[in-house]
């Protein structure tokens, strides 16, 4: 395919990063040709292309026309017809914006990883995607889009209850407790379990916490959040210290002296949305070094999609990651407000996943992974090192007492058969798998 037709003009090349961050800054992708067409001419390749797309693929509302242009042209750049993505690339962009409804969001998002799938720009995009996420974070701005996902949506605080619930069971009566943490969530997980600690009926335990650091964009905020954490401690009368590795290529590099585990504590390790950003070939030796720090429990939480088994069949992976940050972007619609910023910024962070899995090649790597997998498919990997654990009924009613604070549409689904965990459902959809297990 020659990518030359998928050139944009100096003027243009900072399009993808200013359509998201500002709608006075949005530039129209110059596609040669068919910058000339009229909007008569768009109306009538909609048109055109929203019927082809109805054959072969699963159906949408008539409204849903964001999946089915989409998909012809994850379709075109699969079969490296230069022509119809040419035209189809024009085409959303047309239609796209970060500001509009479901589907114009879903389009703009979706149209930058597709557009660097087509002219194999992914890592470069990536890289620049990270880099302007990181000068413009900062601890008061990434608490507060964290409290308020976490005050509109169970989506999180899930995982949080269950993980708590059992860390807290499986360390009842220890004096000596260390978590390690290795998770992205700037710690507004722990709040609630130092208050239980605090309020135990025997002797107050020591807590050591280890923060693990997977994700660069949580580096430069840690030493606030340690230093409010120590706070909170002191507050709830729980003796605490607070530890924070980062700077590791991968987890496979944790090790117990790194760690600072002592043969007199009792460990527990808490992953949440953290495993996915293992390279997949990376994950079986993570578990195993889990076994080897011999925890009392682990406890894993994913989102419930699969972007794993699909890494080397492009059109199979994009129709999963259409239906994943589909549901995902629908849940943000009808949780916030329409003007909400924290919603744009969530939507913002999709943008980088979309093109690390969709655009960047497995063999050269392009920064944090984002392969998420199933439940199912995290059952069978722990399942090599660990015995699953089931929640108690006292856990179970934590997490329903939760849900119900929430708008309607959310369940929680317990396990059947030989599955474990539990995974919570929006309008009846699994969303995320959250999950225990011991040695």
Same mark, same amino acid.
């Given at each position: 395919?020659?990518?030359?037709?998928?050139?944009?003009?100096?003027?243009?090349?900072?399009?993808?990063?200013?359509?998201?961050? @500002?709608?006075?800054?949005?530039?129209?992708?110059?596609?040669?040709?068919?910058?000339?067409?009229?909007?008569?001419?768009?109306?009538? %390749?909609?048109?055109?292309?929203?019927?082809?797309? =109805?054959?072969?693929?699963? %159906? =949408?509302?008539?409204?849903?026309?964001?999946?089915?242009?989409?998909?012809?042209?994850?379709?075109?750049?699969?079969? *490296?017809?230069?022509?119809?993505?040419?035209?189809?690339?024009?085409?959303?962009?047309?239609?796209?914006?970060?500001?509009?409804?479901?589907?114009?969001?879903?389009? #703009?998002?979706?149209?930058?990883?597709?557009?660097?799938?087509? &002219?194999?720009?992914?890592?470069?995009?990536?890289? &620049?995607?990270? #880099?302007?996420?990181?000068? @413009?974070? #900062?601890?008061?701005?990434?608490?507060?889009?964290?409290?308020?996902?976490?005050?509109?949506?169970?989506?999180?605080?899930?995982?949080?209850?269950?993980?708590?619930?059992?860390?807290?069971?499986?360390?009842?009566?220890?004096?000596?407790?260390?978590?390690?943490?290795?998770?992205?969530?700037?710690?507004?997980?722990?709040?609630?379990?130092?208050?239980?600690?605090?309020?135990?009926?025997?002797?107050?335990?020591?807590?050591?916490?280890?923060?693990?650091?997977?994700? %660069?964009?949580?580096?430069?905020?840690?030493?606030?959040?340690?230093?409010?954490?120590? *706070?909170?401690?002191?507050?709830?009368?729980?003796?605490?210290?607070?530890?924070?590795?980062?700077?590791?290529?991968?987890?496979?590099?944790?090790?117990?002296?790194?760690?600072?585990?002592?043969?007199?504590?009792?460990?527990?390790?808490?992953?949440?949305?953290?495993?996915?950003?293992?390279?997949?070939?990376?994950?079986?030796?993570?578990?195993?070094?889990?076994?080897?720090? &011999?925890?009392?429990?682990?406890?894993?939480?994913?989102?419930?999609?699969?972007?794993?088994?699909?890494?080397?069949?492009?059109?199979?992976?994009?129709?999963?990651?259409?239906?994943?940050? &589909?549901?995902?972007?629908? !849940?943000?619609?009808?949780?916030?407000?329409?003007?909400?910023?924290?919603?744009? !910024?969530?939507?913002?962070?999709?943008?980088?996943?979309?093109?690390?899995?969709?655009?960047?090649?497995?063999?050269?790597?392009?920064?944090?992974?984002?392969?998420?997998?199933?439940?199912?498919?995290?059952?069978?990997?722990?399942?090599?090192?660990?015995?699953?654990?089931?929640?108690?009924?006292?856990?179970?009613?934590?997490?329903?007492? /939760?849900?119900?604070?929430? *708008?309607?549409?959310?369940? /929680?689904?317990?396990?059947?058969?030989?599955?474990?965990?539990?995974?919570?459902?929006?309008?009846?959809?699994?969303?995320?798998?959250?999950?225990?297990?011991?040695?």
């Amino acid at each position: 395919m020659d990518i030359s037709l998928f050139t944009l003009k100096d003027t243009h090349t900072r399009f993808f990063l200013s359509h998201q961050q @500002s709608h006075d800054q949005a530039a129209v992708l110059d596609m040669q040709n068919n910058s000339n067409n009229n909007s008569n001419q768009l109306q009538n %390749s909609h048109t055109s292309t929203s019927r082809s797309s =109805d054959s072969g693929e699963p %159906s =949408d509302s008539s409204n849903k026309w964001a999946g089915k242009l989409l998909r012809e042209c994850a379709r075109a750049i699969s079969e *490296k017809d230069s022509t119809k993505i040419h035209h189809l690339l024009w085409m959303l962009n047309e239609l796209a914006s970060p500001y509009g409804d479901c589907d114009q969001k879903l389009a #703009s998002y979706f149209l930058q990883a597709l557009f660097c799938k087509a &002219t194999e720009s992914g890592q470069r995009c990536f890289r &620049t995607l990270n #880099s302007v996420a990181e000068k @413009s974070h #900062s601890f008061d701005s990434a608490r507060k889009l964290i409290l308020k996902f976490q005050e509109v949506s169970p989506w999180t605080t899930f995982g949080h209850v269950a993980s708590n619930g059992a860390i807290l069971e499986a360390l009842d009566g220890e004096s000596k407790l260390h978590i390690i943490d290795i998770s992205n969530t700037l710690c507004t997980q722990w709040p609630t379990l130092l208050e239980a600690l605090a309020t135990r009926n025997d002797e107050t335990p020591h807590l050591k916490l280890t923060v693990v650091v997977t994700a %660069s964009l949580v580096r430069s905020v840690m030493k606030e959040i340690g230093q409010r954490m120590e *706070k909170f401690a002191r507050l709830m009368g729980v003796p605490f210290e607070f530890n924070v590795i980062s700077g590791l290529n991968n987890l496979g590099e944790l090790t117990k002296e790194g760690l600072g585990v002592q043969e007199d504590e009792a460990i527990a390790i808490n992953c949440i949305g953290a495993l996915r950003r293992v390279e997949v070939d990376e994950r079986s030796q993570v578990i195993r070094m889990f076994q080897s720090l &011999t925890p009392r429990v682990v406890t894993v939480v994913e989102e419930e999609a699969d972007f794993t088994s699909s890494r080397y069949d492009f059109i199979q992976c994009f129709e999963e990651c259409l239906r994943y940050y &589909t549901l995902y972007f629908e !849940m943000l619609e009808e949780s916030f407000v329409p003007a909400s910023n924290e919603r744009l !910024m969530l939507e913002r962070e999709c943008s980088r996943s979309m093109v690390r899995v969709l655009a960047c090649d497995e063999e050269n790597g392009g920064g944090e992974c984002e392969r998420r997998e199933r439940g199912s498919q995290w059952l069978e990997r722990l399942r090599t090192a660990f015995y699953p654990v089931g929640f108690s009924d006292d856990v179970v009613d934590d997490v329903k007492a /939760l849900l119900k604070r929430y *708008k309607a549409g959310w369940s /929680l689904v317990l396990p059947q058969g030989n599955e474990s965990g539990v995974y919570l459902t929006w309008k009846e959809e699994p969303v995320v798998w959250a999950s225990a297990w011991k040695p």
